[in-house]
């Protein structure tokens, strides 16, 4: 087993099993959200977004406010959530144990969805008909 690969190797290529026409692009974020809205309402806001989001790339009648949304003012608002937060924590209530544990919990929990992600695209690329990775 090789430890380090070419860039070339490293690319995956996923192929389209049939084309997705431009009515189910616009239809999907709204069916999302309905779902949502019936089944988790407490998520709407949240999930309202990522579909707004969506449908304004795919409608295609609003390209430079989906450009906008999609760089500059996803930048924006994130420096602003980060400040708002940062602004009203103080040190004695984030310095304690339970804090730090669930910081160290997170990481070893992303550590190992991204590492059992990568083996089993490793695994699934073993055993497909088509590999997706050469």
């Known amino acids: ?3 380090f690969t070419s860039p070339q190797e490293r690319q995956i290529e996923m192929k389209q099993l049939r084309h997705v026409s431009k009515t189910e692009k616009v ?4 069916a ?3 779902m949502t ?4 309402p407490s998520a709407t806001p949240l999930v309202g977004m990522f579909c707004l989001g969506n449908l304004m790339r795919e409608c295609g009648v609003v390209d430079r406010l989906s ?3 999609q760089n500059e003012l996803i930048n924006i608002v994130t420096i602003f959530l980060g400040l708002a937060v940062g602004s009203k924590l103080e040190a004695d209530k984030f310095l304690q144990f339970e804090t730090l544990g669930i ?5 070893v929990a992303f550590s190992i969805g991204t590492g059992t992600g990568v083996l ?3 695994l699934l690329n073993r055993f497909s008909r088509d590999p997706i990775n050469h």
């Not at 239809?27 to 709204?30: K, Q, T, V």
């Not at 910081?103 to 990481?107: Q, Y």
């Open 1 to 3: 087993m090789k430890l």
């Open 27 to 30: 239809l999907f974020p709204l």
């Open 120 to 122: 089993m695209a490793k």
């Open 37 to 40: 809205i019936l089944f988790l």
């Open 103 to 107: 910081l160290v919990l997170g990481a």
């Open 32 to 34: 999302v959200l309905m």
């Open 67 to 69: 450009s906008t949304a």
